[in-house]
């Protein structure tokens, strides 16, 4: 596929695509489901950035629908975490290219910052806190109001099934218990979009379930938004609503993970049943070298969680 061709976009119903309503600093809605509109939790509108001269993020836009689990995904260097930082406002951006439930995320920085929750890629739990603690110092920063301090840290570990070993040191935990500790602190201000970069990475199959059940079950209990980075194919087609592919700065197909697929399906029609990672190597071409060199599927850079807390 060649650079000037538009990513396939498919509706969240398989019918129509989302369509963003141009109505001023009003939230905008979006028919994610095919029934009534939903509000948009997070808008880009033809975000770009650049390191210097190296173009990261190159004319993006993407339409999160309050609710929805909605992956992005692609290989190294696709410019995924680029574009989670800009929605984040890690990164500045012009205003006008990213709102977040309405917010833009440059001219009303703090509202946005407020509304999130994100654990990065990075290491953020401290080795040397119990979980407990490195909770509760979230909570601070978050400005969790004193008198309800110790029940939203309690109840963001119990969340996250840590509540037994809440008083442990965090660096006895395993990798899976770290990720899943990283979710709490994120979770401690009770945030409407919850970001997460890479959440399994570098963890056994069981821990990614683990994480993957509580983000879910945290998700049904509170109709959070989740807007989530992964190299793992199966996790996006098993997880999430929506996913954008991305690669070299710009998104490549749009859709359900079902959508996506039979719609290859469809194109190939020589009765084989591709993958969501085919409907990668179809819209990325041969081009996508970390695919094909395997490097894709392997995690290329793993994140020993459990080592580097420890
Ligand atoms: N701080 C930085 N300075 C210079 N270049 C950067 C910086 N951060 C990212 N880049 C470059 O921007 C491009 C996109 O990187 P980004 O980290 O957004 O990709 P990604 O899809 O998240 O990859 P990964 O899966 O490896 O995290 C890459 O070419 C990367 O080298």
């Not at 939230?27 to 210097?52: C, I, K, M, Q, S």
């Not at 709102?99 to 890629?121: K, W």
């Not at 996506?260 to 990672?277: F, H, N, Q, V, W």
């Not at 085919?278 to 080592?307: I, K, M, P, W, Y």
């Amino acid at each position: 596929m060649s650079d000037d061709e538009e990513p396939r976009e498919v509706a969240a119903n398989g019918d129509q695509p989302h369509t963003a309503a141009a109505n001023g600093d009003q939230p905008h809605r979006v028919a994610a489901n095919g029934d009534e509109p939903r509000e948009e939790a997070v808008t880009v509108t033809g975000l770009r950035y650049a390191f210097g001269r190296a173009t990261a993020v190159d004319g993006l836009d993407l339409t999160v629908a309050a609710g929805e689990v909605f992956g992005l995904l692609g290989p190294n260097g696709a410019g995924k975490t680029t574009a989670i930082r800009c929605v984040t406002t890690l990164l500045p951006v012009p205003p006008g290219m990213v709102r977040v439930f309405g917010h833009d995320v440059t001219t009303d920085r703090m509202a946005v910052r407020r509304l999130l929750g994100y654990v990065p890629q990075q290491l953020s739990a401290d080795s040397s806190l119990t979980g407990r603690e490195n909770v509760s110092l979230f909570a601070r920063v978050f400005d969790v109001p004193r008198r309800e301090r110790a029940d939203r840290v309690a109840q963001a570990l119990e969340a996250v099934g840590l509540s037994e070993a809440a008083d442990r040191m965090a660096g006895t935990y395993s990798g899976g218990m770290v990720r899943r500790l990283e979710l709490a602190q994120a979770l401690v201000s009770a945030p409407r979009l919850l970001i997460l970069d890479e959440p399994t990475i570098g963890l056994d199959p069981i821990a990614r379930t683990g994480v993957w059940d509580h983000i879910m079950a945290i998700r049904a209990a509170s109709g959070m938004t989740v807007l989530v980075t992964t190299h793992y194919m199966d996790e996006a087609d098993q997880y999430c609503d929506r996913v954008a592919l991305m690669h070299q700065g710009r998104v490549r197909a749009l859709g359900t993970p079902r959508r996506l697929t039979d719609d290859l399906r469809a194109r190939l029609g020589d009765g084989t049943s591709p993958t969501l990672e085919d409907v990668f190597r179809d819209v990325a071409g041969g081009s996508l070298d970390d695919l094909d060199r395997g490097e894709f599927r392997d995690v290329r850079r793993t994140r020993n969680t459990a080592a580097r807390v420890g």
